[in-house]
């Protein structure tokens, strides 16, 4: 685990905390309001909130919330999650409608000590996702301190991640960050075996690197989603018309020859007709037949998988095992759920992230069944790739202080 500054090590009685929290959560529209439609990381950040404000500090919260591409974009505006941390904290949030400048520095002098203050959007600065440094620095005059608790955004080099801590004498890791680091540490580097690993999603580009990565402290690695299909492809077996990534071809098919007997891919699978829920669809053994397309793994990759995860005493898990936001084709990702709860429930270390598979545990019921549920999808994987993460390593080092 990085020896960095902690929430732990600070002293935070009146002084102002900036906090790089992760509220990059999904909306919806209720009656013409838009409002939070999964509060999972709001929630997340809340022991680290409570902690600087109980201790009458001025918690001045900065996050993300979609690709706004550096410009004010009303339906993307941190109001609707400023109103639904004030609803979870049962205390007064207060928002404002940009993220620097003299207004922002009233409002923040205006607050009692153990006060909250929500900026805007931080992409809505064409300075945010390129690190501008004089983004960086006008945030920095908000405030004495800087947390950063964003993990699911640690992997970005971004001016409110990385650039404005280079501008504080104490900037460290928050609860969230610190518990998020603390799980993946012991799945990367001292994982008790049997450990193994389960991969799903899409993509095999997006997968490439920490399947090379797991590869050798993991005994098993189940493949699931459509990046299956990309695998399939590699050894000439039919696939209809399911998702290939044909430039990946050649890597799926030498990570395969590479971790023969390590790497498990489904023997079965649901095909249908269309990518609809109301699709006709059916279970296929090996190939996927012309003109359908492969939405599910089958349930004899469903047994497989159970069975080996029941001998394990590590699994990490991350991408959905098909569409599983289909209802229809929802079985395979949520029979892997239930094995994730099935494993935790007799000792075993469990940690899940990744956007799609924190819903599926969440739609599943058994998200607080789970040992660790990652609020990071691609810091996630970079961590246990073993790539530095920029919102991480430019805090302060404990031993610098």
Known sequence: MPDKLTLDDLVLQNRRV????????????????????????????LPTVRTITEAGGKAILMSHLGRPGGEPTPSLS?????????ELLGERVRSVSNIAGDTIEEAIDGMP?????????????????????????????????YVNDAFGAAHRAHASTAGVAAHFDEAAMGKLMEREIEYLTRVRDEPEQPFVAILGGAKVSDKIG?????????????IGGAMTYTFMQAFGEDVGDSRVEEDRVDDARALHDKLEGKLTLPPDHVAADAFDNDAEHHVTEGRIPDG????????????????IMETANTIVWNGPMGVFEMPNFAEGTFAVAE??????????LTVVGGGDSVAAVNESGHADDISHVSTGGGAML????????????????REGV
Do not use: W, Y
């Open 18 to 45: 900036l906090v790089r929290v992760d509220f990059n959560v999904p909306l919806e529209d209720e009656n013409g309001m838009q409002e939070v439609a999964d509060d999972t990381r709001i929630r997340a950040a």
């Open 78 to 86: 941190m109001t609707p999650v400023a109103g639904r941390l004030q």
């Open 113 to 145: 000590d153990g006060g909250m203050l929500l900026l805007e959007n931080t992409r809505f600065h064409p300075g945010e996702k390129s690190n501008d440094d004089g983004l960086a620095a006008e945030l920095a005059e908000l405030a004495d301190l």
């Open 210 to 222: 920490v399947i090379e990565a797991l590869s050798d402290p993991a005994a098993r690695l189940l």
């Open 292 to 307: 359908e397309i492969g939405v599910d793994i089958g349930p004899g990759a469903v047994e497989d998988f159970r069975e």
């Open 339 to 348: 094995a994730m709860a099935d494993a935790t429930d007799r000792g075993a």
């Open 382 to 397: 970079a961590f246990l790739e073993g790539k530095e993460l920029p919102g991480i390593a430019a805090l302060t080092d």
